[in-house]
Nanobody
Framework: QVQLVESGGGSVQAGGSLRLSCVAS????????VGWFRQAPGKEREFVSV????????IYADSVKGRFTISKDNHRNTMYLQMNSLKPEDTAVYYC????????????????????WGQGTQVTVSS
């Protein structure tokens, strides 16, 4: 059974930075594409970023492009989301997700493309 555990959330002022981590219970990062979603209060969960299992492809939502960086460390079974220049609108619960092997042409911005989810970590950005 795959388990994903996020950490690194917290409260920060606008303009600040946070780094989220997602640890997997198995060595899946060499085979699974993994990504981040977020859900703000009263809103639907939305795509943030995804990184291919081979780490040679990434996709970012327009709202975070240039500010967030996704990466992973296969040896540590850990994925990261470095978030810089945070804005109040980045406030949300952030979730990591993993997809069993699929073509890179998969619709990664859709939740249904992923098979496993973490419980989430809260990020709060104050103005």
């Amino acid at each position: 059974q795959v388990q994903l555990v996020e950490s690194g959330g917290g409260s920060v002022q606008a303009g600040g930075s946070l780094r989220l981590s997602c640890v997997a219970s198995t060595r899946l990062f060499t085979r699974y594409t993994v990504g981040w979603f977020r859900q703000a209060p009263g809103k639907e969960r939305e795509f943030v970023s995804v990184i291919r299992w081979s780490a040679d492809n990434t996709i970012y939502a327009d709202s975070v492009k240039g500010r967030f960086t996704i990466s992973k460390d296969n040896h540590r079974n850990t994925m990261y989301l470095q978030m810089n220049s945070l804005k109040p609108e980045d406030t949300a619960v952030y979730y990591c997700a993993a997809a069993e092997p699929k073509p890179w042409t998969t619709a990664w911005a859709q939740e249904r493309s992923y098979n496993y989810w973490g419980q989430g970590t809260q990020v709060t950005v104050s103005s």
